[in-house]
């Protein structure tokens, strides 16, 4: 089945600990991304990714890294910096690179800082 | 800048009853539209999108949406609504290039009553 997966379903991390969200496609999608979605506050971007080794940061940017070595896969790190982790995330992909089209969702990453 | 705003947080609705989801959003141009659904704990699933052409869009699960230039409006609307619609649904503009990039309501949470 063709899809994007996100693991794991939940995290547990302790605070001042980088941890790092998997996200993988085999859509065959030029474009991805990264949200987060707090109650309330709808879906925030992270970070966004038109081509592999190419991201430009989102709305909310500050205590989160990414990557994109390969098409498929674009992993998002949050880092000791980020003040308020615990959040759920979202990763999603569009077929064509720097065309709003419709955007594919995985699953979601629960994460919980303890 | 791109806005989009859900003026209703959550609606109750009875089971049979027709339902109508609001969104306003704040564009120049003619943007892109979408609504989403997204069951607890899960992604986002699209419902329907309008581009172009005809303001009334046929989507899943026996939803519509109507653009309204005028209005600045994309309302969500079903006839008959069913307890599996539960749930929170998004509303999304997208820019013609915008490089891919979706802005989200706030969303509105639907409880369906027997």
């Known amino acids: 089945d063709g899809g994007i997966t996100q693991s794991p379903k939940y995290l547990f991390r302790k605070e001042g600990q980088n941890v790092t969200l998997s996200c993988e496609q085999n859509?065959?999608?030029?474009?991805m991304y990264w949200y987060r979605q707090d109650p309330g506050q709808g879906l925030r971007l992270i970070y966004y990714?038109?081509?592999?080794?190419?991201?430009q940061k989102g709305d909310i940017a500050e205590g989160y890294s990414v990557s994109r070595e390969k098409k498929e896969s674009f992993p998002l790190t949050v880092t000791s910096a980020q003040k308020n982790p615990t959040a759920f995330y979202l990763c999603?992909?569009?077929?064509?690179?720097?065309?709003?089209?419709?955007?594919?969702f995985g699953p979601g990453t629960r994460l919980t800082v303890l | 800048a791109q806005s989009v705003t859900q003026p209703d947080i959550h609606i109750t609705v009875s089971e049979g009853a027709s339902l109508e989801l609001r969104c306003n959003y704040s564009y120049g141009a003619t943007p892109y539209l979408f609504w989403y659904v997204q069951s607890p704990g899960q992604g986002l699933q699209l419902l329907l999108k309008?581009?172009?052409?005809?303001?009334l869009v046929q989507g899943i699960k026996g939803f519509e949406a109507e653009f309204k230039r005028s209005q600045s409006s994309f309302n969500l609307r079903k006839p008959s609504v069913h307890w599996s619609d539960a749930a929170e649904y998004f509303c999304a503009v997208g820019a013609v290039g915008g490089r891919g990039k979706l802005i989200f309501g706030q969303g509105t949470e639907l409880s369906v009553k027997p």
């Open positions: 999603a992909s569009s077929p064509l690179a720097g065309s709003t089209d419709t955007q594919y």
């Open positions: 990714s038109q081509i592999v080794n190419d991201f």
């Open positions: 859509l065959n999608h030029d474009a």
């Open positions: 309008y581009f172009s052409g005809d303001t």
